[in-house]
């Protein structure tokens, strides 16, 4: 009988701390960290001026007087500087017939820079990544990019290749969230993803207006980052995720026509970006917010919240002339102290920037990100990031939000954790002391400033 | 790897027996183990005689808290044990796109087709050649826009495509499954050569109009075995979030790629690419298991691409004059058999019975130590497995298979039929050789299915599957009113 007993009690221990071990184990490796990240730093023959474009767009011959003045005031009054690249077969007289070799070249260029210094950096070797993400929206060559790498850096047999395509200006997020549910599946795995966007074999080279647009913001950039779950790297990695919302308002027919790339009605491909994309924006964008906040708000700022709208609607309900049209706002800078917005343009980061309660301090990320690189595409988050970084702005416990638009329509965001103060200056190490500048004027509004009178 | 098969010995009607014998002990090695033990037990019963073990039972002094206790501790190690196991991934069911009859492509229209857009008299003869030797009947189908003289491979043309392919088999399997398009909590989609943004994923979203907290995918450029790689994902998924279900599409668009220039290397794939498309519903919810097709058992990934031979076999480039297409190098079928021997390395372990993994074990150590010069031994696939599902991706590659892993000809039937009535429908044609299989009222409860997968890359990938309740002869799918024509005898060569 005692025997009876001893095996009993024994087999009920064992099964309670492998069970309680299991759940613990499981706990160690759901979090998702980012050992680091390099931003692409195009070479300065790339660099796209002013003056380049004008030339660009004066190569069109299709374009009559007033096209060609529109696209110049939309060039100047960007915010976008002299200083932000193209790829070489624009710059070079090529972009309406880029060969796939150009395609080629500008993803290849962009990819094998990054990753060559990520791990440099890191001193991890490429036979140790189990998980490879690739994120680039508008070019997707068979073998696919990431196959493109796996030969390259000889990868091993057994790596997880994930090549996500036509995902849009919000894909960085997306291919987190891919990572981060694979990390939930599998112990001590590292990640490392690739997000950029395909400028070359894109460029619209008709006449239709809202297919211009794109020609004018977009510019190349890149950046390749590594994530793992193992707890024994924790010491290394820079931030941890602490969660991840996606909305995506795909079923309204606005939202999913208003960013789309299609034939113009001479057949020629452009990416179109329709007049109720800001409305289609918010929409999203409350959206996320609604499910992100409760996630990342502390419990004050919530109850705050539900206190001055039920205030602000029995006020409304008084009187209705004096209140109505105001809305409630949230405090969201007293859960994050750090915000990465997607550099749409200059009227998207005002228009989140405000929404979100931020003032100037707060939006000069995005603001010198979009002045410097342009609109990047899903990789500007990061190089907000950057901007942060080089600023010295990141300190442990910092909470940082990446928050991005793109194509179908989604709003997609993220909450980091800072786990140690940072200092890097990485792709904005040669130019951060010049920022931010006196002034965001283009400094050739002399010579074109004539295009914002007429 | 090599060709010839076990050496001689096995063709003696005795040995085959011993095999058989030899098989049977492995495998149930355990259950062999226990007879004697339970003998001797049975033994020492018999020996006390029955009063003795009446009194040994009365003596069992058992109080209530006693056996409280017991069934507690049983209950509590039985809810460890299935709280810990994996989340089981259940294939609810999958419906193809069947094509409809006006996009038939004849060998005679391809070859009218392939003279009036090329005008090249040479190359014309060597996709009539191709034609000849391909295994692809009749019917096979090509898009509305590539019956165009010329083809229109316009953006637009290209979402039709998507379009009528996609939304064809989302709405068969909505119909059969009975889902309703807002409890979809995964999408993932895989189509390699045709990637617009929005992306197809969004196309699909905007048309269902599902859920704004759905967790979309969107692979492209991964070529042929991509479908398994969208099963991966969902897996993985399937994983993390418990009670969901996942909708995975798989599909390649013919529409912008095809090849109008004359490099031979590029031609075959306008030769064997057909319009296709396959909507699978997966989930995890242990009440679907009820109504489940089928349980995935294992999917195992291979990427050789770090071989520079293996990534350039399967490539996308220019010709001489700029015409784009998928150049396929003359070394593919050596490639294609390194892949699935690497495959095979990881997944033989995994489903192979332990009496073929022992064989093979014991002929590596002979060979290592003992004599080089013993053959060897590929291990039986056919134990493990009821039905092969090999990507058809050409008559070679179906051959190459079946020679490698010694399948009889109904063993690649599936394969053989489909290419012959779909042609090379790429990432979905596993699931056409499914549902062949399930048509010909082949499919019983407890059979195993291998779906092989072959990409460009080069990737290798394999998915394991178990039935989970026959499958009874289908009343709507893309086999329904073939299938009593199916097999038919494919000849070597068709002469045109």
Known sequence: ???????????????????????????????????????????????????LCSDVIKRNKRLSMPDYKFLLKVVVNSGISEETYGPRSIIEGREESPTLDDCDDEVDDCMYSTLDKLFHRTGISPGDVDVLVVNISMFAPAPSLTSTIVNRYKMREDVKTFNLSGMGCSASPIAIDLVNNVFE??????????????????????????????????????????????????????????????????????????????????????????????????????????TLAPKVLPVGELALYVIRGLRHRLRRSKETKAYAGKAVRVNFKSGVEHFCLHTGGAAVIDAV???????????????????????????????????????????????VLMLSFGAGFKCNSCLWEVLRDLEDGGAWEDCIQAYPPQSLVNPFMNKFGWVSEA | MPRAPFPELSSSVRLKYVKLGYQYLVNNFVAFLLIPVMIAVSLVLVRRGPDEIMALWHSLQLDLTQVLFSV??????????????????????????????????????????????NWDEKSVQFQTRILERSGLGEETCLPPANHYI??????????????????SAIDDLLKKTGLRPKNIDILVVNCSLFSPTPSLSAMIINKYELRSNIRSFNLSGMGCSAGLISIDLARDLLQVHPSSNALVISTEIITPNLYTGNQRSMLLPNCLFRMGAAAILLSNRRRDARRAKYRLLHLVRTHKGADDRAYRCVYQEEDAEGHTGISLSKDLMVIAGKALKSNITTIGPLVLPMSEQLLFFLTLVGRKLINHKWKPYIPDFKM????????????????????????????????????HR????????????????ESKGRMRRGHRVWQIGFGSGFKCNSAVWKCLRTVETLVDGPWTDCINRYPVDIPDVVKL
């Open chain 1, 1 to 51: 009988m005692e025997l009876l007993w001893m095996i009993a009690t024994v087999l009920f221990l064992y099964s309670s701390l492998s069970f309680l071990w299991k759940a613990f184990d499981c706990r160690r490796n759901q979090n998702c960290y980012l050992l680091d990240y390099v931003c692409y730093k195009p070479s300065d023959d790339r660099k796209l001026s002013t003056e």
């Open chain 1, 185 to 290: 599946t599998r112990k001590r795995t590292l990640a490392v993803v690739i997000t950029s966007e395909s400028i070359a074999p894109n460029w619209y080279c008709g006449t239709d207006k809202s297919m211009m647009l794109g020609n004018c913001l977009f510019r190349s950039g890149g950046c390749s980052f590594m994530l793992t779950n193992d707890p024994s790297l924790k010491h290394r990695a820079k931030m941890r995720l602490k969660c991840l919302v996606r909305a995506h308002s795909g079923a309204n027919d606005d939202a999913y026509s208003c960013a789309m790339q299609k034939e113009d009605t001479d057949g020629r491909v452009g990416f179109h970006l329709s007049k109720s994309l800001p409305k289609v924006a918010v929409r999203a964008f409350t959206e996320n917010l609604q």
């Open chain 1, 353 to 399: 920037g405000s929404a979100l309660g931020l003032n100037k301090y707060d939006v000069e990320p995005a603001r010198m990100t979009l002045h410097r690189w342009g609109n990047t595409s899903a990789s500007s988050l990061w190089y907000v990031l950057g901007y942060m970084e080089a600023k010295k702005r990141l300190r442990r416990k910092d909470r």
């Open chain 2, 72 to 117: 507690f501790l049983f209950v509590f190690v039985a809810a460890v044990y299935f709280v810990s196991r994996p989340r089981p991934v259940y294939l609810v069911d999958y419906a193809c796109f069947k094509p409809p009859t006006t996009c038939r492509v004849p060998f005679a229209t391809f070859m009218e087709h392939a003279w009036l857009i």
């Open chain 2, 150 to 167: 010329p083809p229109i491979p316009t953006m637009e043309a290209s979402r039709a495509e998507a379009q009528l392919v996609i939304f």
């Open chain 2, 384 to 419: 493990a497995f009821e039905h092969f599902c090999i990507h058809a991706g050409g008559r070679a590659v179906i051959d190459e298979l079946q020679n490698n892993l010694q399948l009889t000809a109904e063993h690649v039937e599936a394969s053989r039929m489909t290419l």
């Open chain 2, 422 to 437: 779909f042609g090379n429908t790429s990432s979905s044609s596993l699931w056409y050789e499914l549902s062949y299989i």
